[in-house]
């Protein structure tokens, strides 16, 4: 059980471009979900707080205009990297939290983006 | 700001030594979570720890709280090529409820 998927699991997409990625979880609700930005061989950041039917709530130095979130259901919260720039290349890492159990969060499989 | 301070950053071994990580903080956490991930992947959960002093077994790993729920540490023994990977502590806020991750520690085991 608390299995989380993402999609696209890699991306390649010109400088400009626009770029959206889902996170779902298929068989728990989660009424919190979490996105994370991880560069090679470091730690996960955290970006943002995404919670259903909410707007999110982003990290001090997330801009939240280039890194749109929105979790519109119980199972899904989508990250959308507009106008892509070189240094947004990064694996992007989501998590989902059981209703109720904030303290564990399931991680998906995470997304390689990469901007040309 | 609470931090998570994880040791060592980097380990390299040879396959059937023992080793330990460790995660230190100077605050106090109701919980503490060890991840394991492997290159291209999330985070896969190992065990969470919750009462102070609490030791906790998952085959040759070995997880301790800290009896001031301060600091955790992860034991592996007999390492294998298996155990590759980036180790990370994790602890909820405790106030906010995020969680926060120690630095990581990128373990190689070689045969």
């Known amino acids: 059980g608390a299995v989380v998927s993402q999609h696209p699991s890699w991306v390649i997409c010109k400088s400009g471009t626009s770029v959206k990625i889902e996170c779902r979880s298929l068989?728990?609700?989660?009424?919190?979900m979490f996105w994370y930005r991880q560069f090679p061989k470091q730690s996960l950041m955290l970006m943002a707080t995404s919670n259903e039917g909410s707007k999110a709530t982003y990290e001090q130095g997330v801009e939240k205009d280039k890194f749109l979130i929105n979790h519109a259901s119980l199972t899904l919260s989508t990250l959308t990297v507009t106008s892509a720039h070189p240094e947004d290349s990064s694996f992007y890492i989501c998590s989902a939290s059981l209703a109720g159990a904030r303290y564990e969060q399931y991680f998906g499989p995470g997304t390689r983006l990469t901007v040309t | 700001t609470q931090l998570l301070e994880q040791s060592p950053q980097f380990l390299s071994i040879q396959e059937g030594e023992n080793l330990t990580v460790y995660c230190n903080s100077s605050s106090v956490f109701s919980s503490l979570q060890w991840y394991r991930q492997e290159p291209g992947e999330g985070p896969v959960l190992l065990v969470t720890v919750v009462t102070g002093g609490e030791v906790k077994k998952l085959k040759r790993l070995t997880f301790q709280f800290g009896d001031a729920r301060k600091d955790s540490s992860l034991h592996i023994t007999a390492a294998q090529p298996g155990d590759t990977g980036l180790y990370l502590c994790?602890?909820?806020?405790?106030?906010?409820?995020?969680?926060?991750f120690g630095q990581g520690t990128e373990l190689s085991v070689k045969p």
């Open positions: 068989d728990f609700q989660a009424t919190t």
């Open positions: 994790a602890a909820v806020e405790n106030q906010g409820g995020k969680l926060i």
